[in-house]
């Protein structure tokens, strides 16, 4: 019965080689989040949809985009990956704004590894 | 700035012995405060939030705004409850921001 769909659960990259990884729901929540965990480090939010409208991070690099064709699917890109983008990639998403309408539903994550 | 420090990386607690995990954080604001979980080879999920004063698998967690502290505690550990736990701090908008966590181990 998973809900948020990650995939995939590895992604092997090359330095410099655009990749794309995907996270699909099945919840109808507006807001869907991406996250990016390195290792012994916290979740660290990149950017957040609430329906079409996209959110980013002032600190999220520019080699980091997202796309939200429609509700239910979210895309990360990543235009030219460097080694220091090697983490594990979270998606979540939430019924509406706002802390009360909380908990994020995580999905698995897909762990990026650059060559 | 807003931060949520969990001071201790690895926590080992004996069977049936009680646990606490430190959670402090700083926030001029209310914040709200949360308890995510991941267990092995699982996705992190939410424990508890301190607005629903509830308890979850024995767990509990007061909010104490004097110590900006927001510690969660079992009284009675049980060999189940390893697993990673992040706390977490929402600031009223759409963002959560986490600690490092902590791993409780749960000695036999």
């Known amino acids: 019965d998973a809900m948020v769909i990650q995939n995939p659960r590895y992604q092997v990259t090359q330095f410099g080689k655009p990749v794309t990884l995907s996270c699909s729901q099945t919840l109808n929540h507006n807001v869907m989040y991406w996250y990016q965990q390195k290792s012994s480090q916290a979740p660290k939010l990149l950017f957040h949809?609430?329906?079409?409208?996209?959110?980013n991070e002032a600190d999220t690099p520019d080699n980091f985009q997202s796309r939200r064709p429609n509700t239910s699917f979210c895309f990360l890109d990543i235009r030219s990956p460097g080694l220091g983008d090697a983490a594990m990639y979270l998606c979540?998403?939430?019924?509406?704004?706002?802390?009360?309408?909380?908990?994020?539903?995580f999905g698995d994550g897909t762990r990026l590894s650059i060559l | 700035a807003q931060r949520v420090t969990q001071p201790e990386k690895l926590l080992s607690v004996f069977k049936g012995a009680p646990v606490e995990l430190k959670c402090n954080y700083s926030y001029s604001g209310s914040p709200e405060l949360f308890w995510y979980v991941q267990y092995s080879r699982q996705r992190l999920q939410l424990l508890l939030r301190h607005i629903s004063r509830e308890s979850i698998k024995g767990f509990t967690a007061d909010l104490n705004k004097g110590e900006t502290s927001f510690h969660l505690k079992k009284p009675f550990a049980q060999e189940e409850d390893s697993a990673m736990y992040y706390c977490?701090?929402?600031?009223?908008?759409?963002?959560?921001?986490f600690g490092k966590g902590t791993r409780l181990h749960i000695l036999p």
């Open positions: 977490a701090l929402s600031r009223g908008d759409d963002k959560i921001i």
């Open positions: 949809y609430y329906d079409k409208d996209f959110n």
């Open positions: 979540a998403t939430s019924r509406e704004k706002g802390w009360s309408n909380q908990p994020q539903h």
